[in-house]
């Protein structure tokens, strides 16, 4: 049991290029999202997912786009990357609400992605 | 979501234990109180929840007042492996998102 997995742990890219990240959790997990990290900040949510083929935005979603095609995977997209999205991504999941405060969000190792 | 406030930084003795408040005034009826840690350069780690009453896991054990406003995780016999960012977070149990703030950094000496 992997638990959540993210590809690539590294990466480093021009500004205005392109470039997925890829979340997968074997843990059957309805929900997935998408948080950044800045240095010395807490996380922010970009994205996320409340299951297949559903997607919502958090409280920083500009400049990314999502996609939940399988329950699996959750990938997050940078169209035209730029300096400011240079930052830690983490992907975590977790399971269907239950409504009691049950739900507990498992976290990958993180992308470390530099925008130059 | 209610704020909460944490104090930035902390320290512990190795084996000692080691108790991390978080106020949280303004939290309501059917809000619940989470803790997660993140080690350096690593995802966090969820620690315990916990609504009104006092919870205690394998990790720590969390104490919320009566009143709700406030509660103190203990790190029972805290080691080096657990200096990290402690993050205290109230939420809706329908809310999807978890709103991290600045956390208290733990630093546990030998």
């Known amino acids: 049991n992997a638990g959540v997995t993210q590809t690539p742990k590294f990466r480093v890219l021009k500004t205005g290029q392109s470039m997925t990240l890829l979340c997968a959790q074997d843990?059957?997990?309805?929900?997935m999202y998408w948080y950044r990290q800045d240095p010395g900040m807490g996380l922010r949510l970009i994205h996320y997912?409340?299951?297949?083929?559903?997607?919502a935005k958090g409280e920083v979603p500009d400049g990314y786009n999502v996609s939940r095609l399988k329950k699996q995977n959750f990938l997050l997209g940078l169209e035209s990357a730029a300096p400011s999205q240079t930052s830690v991504y983490f992907c975590?999941?977790?399971?269907?609400?239950?409504?009691?405060?049950?739900?507990?969000?498992?976290f990958g190792p993180g992308t470390r992605l530099t925008v130059l | 979501d209610a704020k909460t406030t944490q104090p930035p930084s902390m320290d512990c003795a190795e084996g000692r234990a080691a108790n991390l408040p978080c106020n949280h005034s303004?939290?309501?009826?059917?809000?619940?109180v989470y803790w997660y840690r993140q080690i350096h350069s690593q995802g966090p780690q969820y620690i315990i929840h916990?609504?009104?009453n006092n919870e205690t896991n394998e990790m720590a054990s969390l104490i919320i007042t009566e009143d709700r406003k406030s509660s103190t995780l203990i790190l029972p016999h805290a080691t080096l492996r657990d200096t990290a960012v402690y993050y205290c977070i109230v939420r809706v149990s329908n809310d999807y998102k978890l709103s991290f703030g600045a956390g208290t950094t733990v630093t546990v000496r030998a």
């Open positions: 916990g609504l009104k």
């Open positions: 843990m059957n997990h309805e929900y």
């Open positions: 997912s409340v299951g297949e083929g559903t997607t």
């Open positions: 303004t939290i309501s009826g059917n809000e619940y």
């Open positions: 975590a999941s977790s399971y269907t609400l239950a409504g009691e405060g049950t739900d507990t969000q498992y």
